[in-house]
Nanobody
Framework: QVQLVESGGGLVQAGDSLRLSCEAS????????VGWFRQPPEEEREFVAG????????YYADSVKGRFTISGNNAKTTMYLQMNSLKPEDTAVYFC????????????????????WGQGTQVTVSS
């Protein structure tokens, strides 16, 4: 059983930075596609960023382009989301998700294409 565990969330002020981590444990799968999603209070879960480990292509929601960066370690066991210039509207529970299959570029934002999810970490940005 593979488990994903997020960390790095917290309470920050607008303009600050945070780096979220997502560590995979259990069976030593090598992830092919990884995504970060978030769920703001009383809203639906939404796509934030994704990465294809094979060619390192990255995908971002328009709301975070230029501020957030998704990456992973070479062993493909830990994934990161560097968040800069945080805004109050970035407040949400952030989830990492991964799959061992290749995701078409146009589908990275779809939560159902990922078959492994973390439990989430809270990010709160005060104004």
């Amino acid at each position: 059983q593979v488990q994903l565990v997020e960390s790095g969330g917290g309470l920050v002020q607008a303009g600050d930075s945070l780096r979220l981590s997502c560590e995979a444990s259990g069976r030593t799968f090598r992830w092919y596609s990884v995504g970060w999603f978030r769920q703001p209070p009383e809203e639906e879960r939404e796509f934030v960023a994704g990465i294809n480990y094979s060619d390192s292509w990255t995908y971002y929601a328009d709301s975070v382009k230029g501020r957030f960066t998704i990456s992973g370690n070479n062993a493909k066991t830990t994934m990161y989301l560097q968040m800069n210039s945080l805004k109050p509207e970035d407040t949400a529970v952030y989830f990492c998700a991964a799959t061992q299959t290749r995701i078409n570029a146009e589908n990275y934002h779809l939560s159902h294409v990922y078959n492994n999810w973390g439990q989430g970490t809270q990010v709160t940005v005060s104004s």
